[in-house]
Nanobody, 124 residues
Framework: QVQLVESGGGSVQAGGSLRLSCAAA????????MFWSRQAPGKEREFVAA????????IYEESLKGRFTISRDDAKNTVYLQMNSLKPEDTALYYC?????????????????WGQGTQVTVSS
């Protein structure tokens, strides 16, 4: 069983930055593909970014490229989401997910393990 705990969310003004963290426990972190998604109020959950177990492959929601960066630190069992130039439409609950070797799938349904989420609020 994999436990995931997100942190780093908060309130920021438009144009600001936040770095989300997701700490994993209960499995060999270096064998896990990691995934970020978000859900805004009244909207469906949407894909944000994914990173392969090796860290070699990363995939982003097209509209977020250039502003968001996913990375991992296997020594700390942690995946990060650096978010820059934040916009009010980035306001959402951000979730981390994990699963062993999915070849960096962008499909949320393929990830078995999920955190509780961390709230990001961007004001204009």
């Amino acid at each position: 069983q994999v436990q995931l705990v997100e942190s780093g969310g908060g309130s920021v003004q438009a144009g600001g930055s936040l770095r989300l963290s997701c700490a994993a426990a209960g499995a060999t972190f270096s064998s896990l593909d990691m995934f970020w998604s978000r859900q805004a109020p009244g909207k469906e959950r949407e894909f944000v970014a994914a990173i392969s177990w090796s860290g070699v492959k990363t995939i982003y929601e097209e509209s977020l490229k250039g502003r968001f960066t996913i990375s991992r630190d296997d020594a700390k069992n942690t995946v990060y989401l650096q978010m820059n130039s934040l916009k009010p439409e980035d306001t959402a609950l951000y979730y981390c997910a994990a699963d062993p070797v999915l070849f960096c799938s962008i499909l949320a349904g393929e990830y078995a393990y999920w955190g509780q989420g961390t709230q990001v609020t961007v004001s204009s």
